[in-house]
């Protein structure tokens, strides 16, 4: 499964589209999936940006040996795509 993060742009065909961090790290629990690609701005940075959604990874590869899809940024917000 491919995972888009994204509260503005057009979903790419193929792709899941989520709208929060929490609806990304649900489906990257399953372990299904392959791919996700990252917007950092979601329209409201108190409920979370695409940023806590690598965190998380960070941690689950570390605690807990999850093993982590390929990620893509497509965040316009330069400084946290560098992030």
Do not use: C, Q
């Not at 995972?3 to 792709?15: A, F, I, N």
């Not at 299904?32 to 917007?39: A, P, Q, R, Y």
């Amino acid at each position: 499964m491919k995972v888009y993060l994204d509260d503005e742009r057009v979903t790419p065909s193929g792709w899941v589209r989520v709208y929060w961090p929490e609806e990304a790290i649900k489906l990257l629990k399953t372990g299904k999936v392959t791919e996700i690609s990252l917007d950092h701005d979601l329209g409201d940075d108190e409920h979370g940006t695409g940023y806590d959604v690598v965190l998380w990874i960070e941690e689950a590869v570390y605690t807990k040996n999850f093993i982590p899809p390929h990620i893509k940024v497509h965040s316009a917000n330069s400084s946290a795509r560098r992030k």
